[in-house]
T-cell receptor, first 111, second 116 residues
Framework: QKEVEQNSGPLSVPEGAIASLNCTYS??????FFWYRQYSGKSPELIMS????GDKEDGRFTAQLNKASQYVSLLIRDSQPSDSATYLC???????????FGQGTELSVKP | DAGVIQSPRHEVTEMGQEVTLRCKLI?????LFWYRQTMMRGLELLIY????????DSGMPEDRFSAKMPNASFSTLKIQPSEPRDSAVYFC??????????????FGPGTRLTVL
């Protein structure tokens, strides 16, 4: 099993809908997780981080961490075409503190 | 504040040539990461430094790749000799290492390398 796994998508949702992005992780990563957004041709930018079990909300974004099931998700409410991007899930590797990234999920929000 | 600065933004070279990519950390940051991104392999960590010291270079593909930090705010990634399979976008990221697992990495704009 890879340390961090995501479905590559593409995930397509209509404007205004809730987009749900999921990520699973292995025992080799710690309990610190990050969601980065990457627009085509641009660099990744951090949008959310989560360290505790449960939900964390920031505007239209909600990150959810379920340690028992070893998954972390990102919900985007009221999706906008400007949310169309690749979303990268990342976790801190247990040894050394480096970030391990998933393959990314491509999100397309249709007007 | 200026973000992470990378140069050049684009590089086209021929197979066998030496390529040097440069990165300037965010002021006050003390940890630097070099990543490579391709469609096939995604975002891969090549090497990272804490306080100028290389911590993990297990992602460096082979001896053709080398990275240095000649000072606390600057790093180079060198490929010699370059090969077409090195074509990718190379990102540099920096962070302030406080010891907390919450330390955030900030990415530079990347260098798009094409080796013909």
């Amino acid at each position: 099993q890879k340390e961090v796994e995501q479905n590559s998508g593409p995930l397509s949702v209509p404007e205004g809908a809730i987009a749900s992005l999921n990520c699973t992780y292995s025992d080799r990563v710690s309990q610190s997780f990050f969601w980065y957004r990457q627009y085509s041709g641009k660099s990744p930018e951090l949008i959310m981080s989560i360290y505790s079990n449960g939900d964390k909300e920031d505007g239209r974004f909600t990150a959810q961490l379920n340690k028992a099931s070893q998954y972390v998700s990102l919900l985007i409410r009221d999706s906008q075409p400007s949310d169309s991007a690749t979303y990268l899930c990342a976790a801190v590797y247990n040894q050394g503190g480096k970030l391990i990234f998933g393959q990314g999920t491509e999100l397309s929000v249709k007007p | 504040d200026a973000g992470v600065i990378q140069s050049p933004r684009h590089e086209v070279t021929e197979m066998g040539q030496e390529v040097t990519l440069r990165c300037k950390l965010i002021s006050g940051h003390n940890s630097l990461f070099w990543y490579r991104q391709t469609m096939m392999r995604g975002l891969e960590l090549l090497i990272y430094f804490n306080n100028n010291v290389p911590i993990d270079d297990s992602g460096m593909p082979e001896d053709r790749f080398s990275a240095k930090m000649p000072n606390a705010s600057f790093s180079t990634l060198k490929i010699q000799p370059s090969e077409p399979r090195d074509s990718a976008v190379y990102f540099c990221a920096s962070r302030y290492l406080s010891g907390a697992h919450t330390d955030t990495q900030y990415f530079g704009p990347g260098t798009r390398l094409t080796v013909l």
